[in-house]
């Protein structure tokens, strides 16, 4: 009996976890982004320290996986995890929302700062066909808390319906333009 109560529990822990974890790499889902919004606001208005939700996604990922295969739509999620990875602090927090989404939340992080980050993140992922390399674009939306929105879900679907940024094409010289 003792036996079949430490599996029940074990089980019910891994049940836990996977409502928390996408698929992807173990990473967050859109169950602990929400979560970790929730513990986030307060903590952000009583410090009057807010932070940028920032959502990217491979753009038209399903017309790549469904000329490309999924194997190829695979190694674009992980090549878009791996890469998130490398350029996020290690204090703010990365979360797999599902198909090609992604968000980021930075911490005691500004809308104008965001973009210090999003210089960061490459245009696009390069990913193997097993034949060459080919270049899945992406896109971001960005999103500051107002410091007023009550409920997590609010702040992520501002996020998400916002408007996606254009990115700079650099010049021949150097410079940048709109």
Same mark, same amino acid.
């Given at each position: 009996?003792?036996?079949?109560?430490? +599996? $029940?529990?074990?089980?019910? =822990?891994? !049940?836990? *976890?996977?409502?928390?974890?996408?698929? &992807?790499?173990?990473?967050?889902?859109?169950?602990?982004?929400?979560?970790?919004?929730?513990?986030?606001?307060?903590?952000?208005?009583?410090?009057?320290?807010?932070?940028?939700?920032?959502?990217?996604?491979?753009?038209?990922?399903?017309?790549?996986?469904?000329?490309?295969?999924?194997?190829?739509?695979?190694?674009?999620?992980?090549?878009?995890?791996?890469?998130?990875?490398?350029?996020? +602090? $290690?204090?703010?927090?990365? =979360?797999? !929302?599902? *198909?090609?989404?992604?968000?980021?939340? &930075?911490?005691?992080?500004?809308?104008?700062?965001?973009?210090?980050?999003?210089?960061?993140?490459?245009?696009?992922?390069?990913?193997?066909?097993?034949?060459?390399?080919?270049?899945?674009?992406?896109?971001?939306?960005?999103?500051?808390?107002?410091?007023?929105?009550?409920?997590?879900?609010?702040?992520?679907?501002?996020?998400?319906?916002?408007?996606?940024?254009?990115?700079?094409?650099?010049?021949?010289?150097?410079?940048? =333009?709109?």
């Amino acid at each position: 009996r003792w036996l079949g109560e430490k +599996r $029940t529990r074990r089980l019910m =822990a891994r !049940l836990h *976890g996977s409502a928390y974890l996408s698929e &992807l790499d173990n990473l967050p889902n859109r169950n602990y982004l929400l979560s970790e919004l929730r513990r986030e606001m307060p903590r952000a208005r009583a410090h009057d320290a807010p932070f940028v939700l920032i959502i990217l996604s491979l753009e038209q990922f399903d017309e790549v996986v469904r000329r490309r295969g999924e194997a190829f739509g695979d190694r674009a999620l992980k090549g878009m995890a791996q890469v998130l990875r490398r350029f996020t +602090r $290690t204090s703010d927090f990365i =979360a797999h !929302l599902g *198909g090609a989404d992604f968000a980021v939340l &930075l911490n005691e992080c500004k809308h104008d700062d965001s973009f210090i980050y999003l210089q960061r993140v490459p245009g696009s992922i390069a990913v193997s066909d097993g034949h060459r390399m080919l270049e899945v674009p992406i896109s971001a939306r960005v999103q500051q808390y107002d410091m007023q929105s009550l409920y997590a879900t609010d702040v992520l679907r501002d996020a998400e319906e916002s408007r996606p940024l254009r990115r700079k094409e650099v010049q021949h010289h150097g410079s940048e =333009a709109a």
